[in-house]
């Protein structure tokens, strides 16, 4: 099985802040890492598939990057509606599992 | 416009079962493999059951195997999960997602709450 670690587990942050998200990968998943949003009484939303391409909608403000196990996320100016729990997602095999979140709160 | 509208969850009590819809809209249905997504309270998120696009390929977490049923029906562009035999610990949020391109999951149903509880 492919085991998902995410750093941290939770961070707090102020509006305008860059915020950086990793995920790591006990063994090479290439470029099939996934970062999806989820807030308290949404659907998650994915934000960035295949490591770095955004999905349709999502700002700019949001990056992904890496390749085979480490990958980051990254929001260069934190906004009051991307305080939510951030997960990453492998899609190298099925089923895609998931990290264990990171959850972005207020300072 | 893609659309995941889920039904079907409520409380139950250990033991009793329970079966979840998706009905689907605004893509080709046929064409995309599809997944269930669950999120115990207070805990992540955990994949729970796929199902490829012709129903060939079916698989299942560990935790629901052998208890849950994944099914599809093209002609009506919908998505089920049969859910037997249910514990406490199958109380969560139940999403269906559909997977996109490379096995990411890009839509989402809006969840639907399900407690088993005596």
């Known amino acids: 099985d492919i085991q998902m670690t995410q750093s941290p587990s939770s961070l707090s942050a102020s509006v305008g802040d860059r915020v950086t998200i990793t995920c790591r990968t006990n063994?090479?998943?290439?470029?099939?890492l996934n970062w999806l949003q989820h807030q308290p009484g949404k659907a998650p939303r994915l934000l960035v598939y295949s490591a770095s391409v955004l999905h349709s909608g999502v700002p700019s403000r949001f990056t992904g990057s890496g390749s085979g196990t480490e990958f980051t996320l990254t929001i260069s100016s934190l906004q009051p509606e991307d305080f939510a729990t951030y997960y990453c997602q492998q899609s190298y095999r099925t089923p895609g599992t998931f990290g264990p979140g990171t959850k972005v709160d207020f300072k | 416009e893609v659309q995941l509208v889920q039904s079907g969850g409520g409380l139950v009590k250990p033991g009793e079962s329970l079966r979840l819809s998706c009905a689907t809209s605004g893509f080709t249905f046929r064409n995309y493999a599809m997944n269930w997504v669950r999120q115990a309270p207070g805990k992540g998120l955990e994949w729970v059951s796929f199902i490829s696009s012709g129903s060939q390929y079916i698989y299942y977490a560990d935790s629901v195997k052998g208890r849950f049923t994944i099914s599809r029906d093209n002609a009506e562009n919908s998505l089920y999960l049969q859910m037997n035999s249910l514990r406490p610990e199958d109380t969560a949020v139940y999403y269906c997602?559909?997977?996109?391109?490379?096995?990411?999951?890009?839509?989402w149903g809006q969840g639907t709450p399900v407690t088993v509880s005596s």
């Open positions: 063994q090479s998943i290439s470029s099939d």
């Open positions: 997602t559909r997977e996109g391109g490379r096995g990411w999951f890009d839509y």
